[in-house]
């Protein structure tokens, strides 16, 4: 946890067993998606290997910090905020990955033709990117996710989405930070 790990401990002991579990899951996913290293494998490039291993990293910070949100209340938004990737989306650059979830989701649910890539396009740097990093884990981990049809194999690309990682994993702490405050506050009173 970040800056209220020492409130924390004094507040241990007033939190219930699901909440006490609850936190234990996010703090053990959250740690492994940390310390997660790409690895190369037999007949695969390492481009190639490095474009799963980013979006899986996404993925799971996604999902990490996603348990959280039965004690924060959050739902359908994070705080998962990223300046640099959200230029980079407005800029085209990833284009191809917006043009593949967009036929990913057509193969997968009938819907109208209206795509959903100019849903991402323009967008005020200051835009909240929750929905967007839960389409690309869905398209990681129940799509047709490929390096190549995402470009993905450019390194750039690559690291602008390890950044999305780590904030995606930045918005928990700092949701969980904010939850334990309160918890404190309302404890004091």
């Not at 990223?82 to 407005?90: C, D, G, H, I, S």
């Not at 200051?126 to 049809?149: A, D, I, W």
Request: net charge positive.
């Amino acid at each position: 946890m970040g800056s209220s790990s020492t409130s924390f401990s004094s507040l241990k002991a007033k939190l219930s067993s699901d909440e006490l579990a609850l936190l234990s899951k996010y703090r053990a996913r959250r740690k492994y998606v940390i310390g997660l290293q790409p690895s190369l494998n037999d007949g695969l490039s390492e481009s190639v290997c490095e474009a799963y291993f980013v979006m899986l990293k996404l993925s799971l910070a996604f999902t990490a910090t996603e348990k959280l949100t039965t004690l924060t209340g959050q739902k359908g938004n994070l705080g998962i905020f990223n300046p640099t990737f959200v230029k980079a989306l407005n800029a085209g650059r990833f284009d191809k990955l917006l043009v593949a979830m967009d036929k990913d989701n057509l193969r997968r649910f009938e819907r109208n033709d209206n795509p959903e890539i100019h849903r991402w396009k323009n967008l005020p740097e200051t835009r909240e990117l929750t929905k967007f990093v839960y389409q690309c884990r869905n398209f990681m981990f129940h799509g047709s996710f490929t390096p190549t049809e995402t470009g993905f194999r450019s390194a750039p690309l690559r690291h602008l989405v390890l950044e999305l990682a780590d904030s995606t994993l930045a918005a928990g702490e700092i949701a969980l930070d904010k939850w334990v405050a309160k918890k404190l506050n309302q404890q004091k009173k």
